[in-house]
């Protein structure tokens, strides 16, 4: 295979590449001066100066620009990433992040109720599926002011709660109260009761000694503690950060949707040996493609991976019995809630929210 050099995190060929590679991808965006959206995870741009000239909310989109950040209609303008995405299966998880207080923006009810009018303006004319977009926000506000406005598209917030500046260190050190006192039973109830769709949390609610921490039963990734989960959700899409290699295949069996820092296409096998797939809801594999996969040599399985890229059906093109033979048996396994019908309908209006997914973190990867 040739040589991959990953691309910059929120860049067009990082975006183009998670989409493609696999079942969609994850990204940033915040408002501009002049109130357009570009992609940046950030809430200033590198170099000197006082931090509020540095803020992305007090420059213009053509100043950002000239620093090299992506504009979201630039990707809207990339038909490889748009027909992709309307073609059923793939899933862009938005991250709408609020200022740095040196923005001196104090009305974040009014810049969530913004970013979400002007999300729907750009989005209206591509007439999505069913279930392709998910809007996150650490903000507690996201969930309330989505209501406020009928914003058309699911949101859900990012746990645990993280203030939007500062070092990564400080930030982990400042959100873990949070982390402490919010259960993952605790986060399911209040999930449901505002209407939203799916968690997003942070992998530590469920794996190593940091989800002993809280009051309360732990949940996992596997036994018996995934079970009480599954339970607890009942059909509730859960999206999990960070996605490590060696846990990819049972977080995803568990049925996990993954957020991956780990896109690079030259891996082809796990650290259990097993075979890698990187599309397992916008391409599912059939048993006999899994098994042929499984039982090649290391040597021989980026050709039959390439090979099965090019032969299977995607989600869209499959048939009906195939669509809901995938979600029935989810739906047992994971205990959805209602009957199989429920699901296969469900299914063919887009992807269950329960179903895993493998999505790339910031397109591909993290490079921050």
Known sequence: MTVWNQPKENSIDALLHGMQFADGVEFDLRLSSDGDFVVYHNELVP???????RSIERMGTDELRSHG???????????????????????????????????QIDDVDGYLRAMMRLLEEKLGPFDLPD?????????????PVAKSVGFEFPVTRLSPY??????????????????ILST????????????????????????????????????AIRG??????????????????????????????????????????RVVSLPDGGARWSRPASQPLDEEWRERLDTAADSERADLIKEAGES????SELGVSRRRGIVVEQGRRMFWTGSEDK?????????????????????????D
């Open 224 to 265: 018996g503690g995934l079970e009480r989960l599954n339970r607890a959700r009942a059909g509730m899409g859960l999206h999990v950060w960070p996605a490590p290699l060696e846990l990819e295949a049972s977080m995803l069996e568990a049925g996990f949707s993954l957020i991956s820092d780990n896109m690079d296409p």
């Open 131 to 143: 279930r392709s977009a998910l809007i996150y926000s650490f903000s507690p506000r996201i969930g």
């Open 69 to 103: 950040i992506v504009t979201f209609d630039g990707l809207l303008s990339q038909r490889p990433f748009t027909d992709a995405w309307q073609a059923g299966g793939k899933t862009a998880n938005i991250e709408f992040k609020v200022p740095h207080p040196a923005a």
């Open 47 to 53: 170099g000197e100066g006082p931090k509020s000239e």
């Open 343 to 367: 699901w296969a309908a469900e299914a063919e209006g887009g992807l269950p929210w329960g179903s895993p997914r493998l999505t790339g973190h910031r397109g591909a990867g993290d490079t």
């Open 184 to 219: 993952v039973t605790g986060l399911i109830k209040q999930h449901r009761k505002e209407g939203m769709p799916a968690l997003a949390m942070a992998l530590q609610y469920l794996q190593g000694w940091e989800r002993f921490v809280h009051l309360g039963t732990p949940m």
């Open 162 to 179: 993280l203030r939007p500046w500062g070092s990564k260190p400080i930030r982990r050190l400042v959100g873990t109260p949070n982390f």
């Open 312 to 315: 299977l059906p995607t989600w």
